[in-house]
């Protein structure tokens, strides 16, 4: 079985997340930037952060096995800090990076004017740059969150088929079904969506277009509920091939909408089981291993 996991925040987990995702069968992700869970104070935070993504992190999942790819974008809730705002002036300078492979996450937490203002400023910039983009639905009034952020996509001029709307659940998913975008889902311990009512909505809609994820962050998560989720669709007897398309080549078919998808070594093309990433050695990143201590 091979994994691609499209929403996942490594820099908030540790490296033996990556030693157990590898050996469950993940091959790629991509990384989308978010929130931390506390304000930044600067944009400068936001370049040494940035940098991490298209730089540490690649490294760090390279010495499993893994490809990293990421998303890069001021988030919804930062969106309301002034003192955020001049990261909007940075984002050019990371979008035309090789490993990034799609604005986001944007869209809204609270809804407010900021948040209209720099959502639109980023589908701009996902249309200038020929990206796709990672929308967030909000985590309060979901669905009048969800129905915004599609008349905001609407009137972007973004390709809906370059648009993730992410977060969905049983009462969104017919609002973004019928609209051509893609249709994401994050699978959580206790909130947002579990294996079971994942299985229930690709038996209702079917498994086109809809990419499943783990979105393990800082919080309580699960960076392996991707595979707990092919698990459950095959024990509901979806097949072998339903379960790579939604874990598989449906991420890859939306993210390689960058051009800049690169998955070499991940995974072979005939969907047979790679190897499993091997022991980290003596390779460095700026000086630095994910080796600690003697020998």
């Given at each position: 079985m091979r994994i691609f996991d499209p929403h996942i925040h490594m820099t908030s987990r540790t490296t033996d997340d990556y030693e157990r995702m590898a050996a469950a069968g993940v091959r790629a992700l991509v990384e989308p930037a978010f929130w931390l869970g506390q304000p930044r104070t600067s944009a400068a935070s936001f370049l040494d952060y940035f940098d991490?993504?298209?730089?540490?992190?690649?490294?760090?999942?390279?010495?499993f096995g893994i490809r990293h790819h990421a998303t890069v974008a001021l988030n919804p809730?930062?969106?309301?800090?002034?003192?955020?705002?001049?990261?909007?002036?940075?984002?050019?300078r990371y979008l035309d990076k090789d490993g990034v492979v799609a604005v986001g996450e944007v869209g809204y937490d609270s809804m407010t004017p900021e948040e209209d203002e720099v959502f639109?400023?980023?589908?701009?910039?996902?249309?200038?740059?020929?990206?796709?983009?990672?929308?967030?639905?909000?985590?309060?009034?979901?669905?009048?969150?969800t129905e915004r952020s599609l008349a905001v996509i609407?009137?972007?001029?973004?390709?809906?088929?370059r648009v993730v709307i992410d977060h969905l659940n049983e009462v969104t998913v017919p609002l973004v079904r019928e609209t051509g975008c893609w249709l994401g889902f994050s699978i959580y311990p206790e909130t947002k969506m579990s294996p079971p009512r994942m299985v229930e909505?690709?038996?209702?809609?079917?498994?086109?277009?809809?990419l499943v994820n783990s979105a393990a962050d800082w919080g309580r998560s699960d960076?392996?509920?991707?595979?707990?989720?092919?698990?459950?669709?095959?024990?509901?007897?979806?097949?072998?091939?339903?379960?790579?398309?939604?874990?598989?080549?449906?991420?890859?078919?939306?993210?390689?909408?960058?051009?800049?998808?690169?998955?070499?070594?991940?995974?072979?093309?005939?969907?047979?089981?790679?190897?499993?990433?091997?022991?980290?050695?003596?390779?460095?990143?700026?000086?630095?291993?994910?080796?600690?201590?003697?020998?």
């Open positions: 991490s993504l298209v730089g540490w992190e690649p490294f760090r999942a390279s010495q809730k930062e969106a309301n800090d002034p003192r955020c705002r001049e990261v909007l002036e940075l984002l050019p639109a400023a980023q589908l701009a910039l996902a249309v200038e740059h020929e990206l796709p983009a990672l929308v967030h639905t909000p985590h309060r009034d979901k669905a009048r969150g609407a009137e972007s001029g973004l390709d809906p088929g909505l690709l038996r209702t809609y079917g498994t086109e277009r809809m960076p392996l509920l991707t595979r707990a989720t092919a698990e459950a669709m095959l024990a509901a007897g979806f097949d072998d091939d339903d379960v790579d398309r939604v874990l598989w080549r449906n991420p890859v078919e939306f993210y390689g909408r960058s051009g800049r998808l690169d998955l070499t070594g991940a995974a072979p093309a005939d969907g047979g089981t790679a190897e499993a990433g091997t022991a980290p050695g003596s390779a460095t990143f700026e000086g630095n291993s994910i080796l600690r201590g003697g020998a």
